[in-house]
């Protein structure tokens, strides 16, 4: 079937906007991951949801950021007043359920959008 | 606090040779390691994780809980392996603090020479 999705790959926005990034989990996954990579750097983790609440928002830098997944399906991740530092690829991932025997279940990842804060 | 530590940002190999691609960890507690791989143009993939103690593509990687390292490794190196590699971990206690979210390292890219 199809992997995560997620719209749009690109987004071009200028300081002080606000924004909204979207995330098509595959279809059955509960559990649904943000994560922000930096030029650089490894892909750093945002926020987690299990189901339609947020099971660890710990990753958020500041209340500019917030996330919803209203229905447990698609989020999306909503950035106001953003700032030149924001600008990263933003990643999701999905699995199936949080854990499966033995372990954490895999995580599959989207594409990512590019955010660029002029 | 939990971390990942890749020291080489870059790794170039010719194809045949052996490749090792270091990943050492800080984490109070049982952790879950992984290896991603993120080949160019294409997004992040799962190569392998040490629960499931498979060969990947070739690659293997041991858990070595006394020097908290998980490092990945290849006999004989191919060009179609040239990509980006991250190492990561979750915890591995189900309940606890950091389960199910990905601590990554930075990264190393590997390039295997014709």
């Known amino acids: 079937g199809a992997g995560v999705s997620q719209t749009p790959s690109n987004k071009v926005t200028e300081k002080g906007k606000y924004v909204e990034l979207r995330c098509d989990p595959i279809s059955g996954h509960t559990a649904l991951y943000w994560y922000r990579q930096s030029l650089g750097q490894g892909p750093e983790f945002l926020i987690y949801f299990q189901g339609t609440g947020a099971a660890d928002d710990s990753g958020l830098p500041n209340d500019r950021f917030f996330a919803v997944r209203p229905e447990g399906s698609v989020s999306t991740l909503k950035i106001q007043r953003t700032e030149r530092g924001d600008s990263a690829v933003y990643l999701c991932?999905?699995?199936?359920?949080?854990?499966?025997?033995?372990?954490?279940?895999?995580?599959?990842f989207g594409p990512g959008t590019r955010l660029t804060v002029l | 606090a939990q971390r990942v530590t890749q020291p080489e940002k870059l790794l170039s190999v010719f194809k045949g040779a052996p490749v090792e691609l270091k990943c050492n960890y800080s984490y109070s507690g049982s952790p879950e390691l992984f290896w991603y791989v993120q080949y160019s143009r294409q997004r992040l993939q799962l190569l392998l994780r040490?629960?499931s103690r498979e060969s990947i593509k070739g690659f293997t990687a041991d858990l070595n809980k006394g020097e908290t390292s998980f490092h990945l490794k290849k006999p004989f190196a191919q060009e179609e392996d040239s990509a980006m590699y991250y190492c990561a971990l979750t915890g591995g206690n189900a309940g606890g603090t950091s389960y199910g979210k990905l601590t990554f390292g930075q990264g190393t890219i590997l390039t295997v020479h014709p």
């Open positions: 040490h629960i």
């Open positions: 991932a999905s699995s199936l359920n949080p854990t499966v025997a033995g372990g954490p279940d895999t995580q599959y």
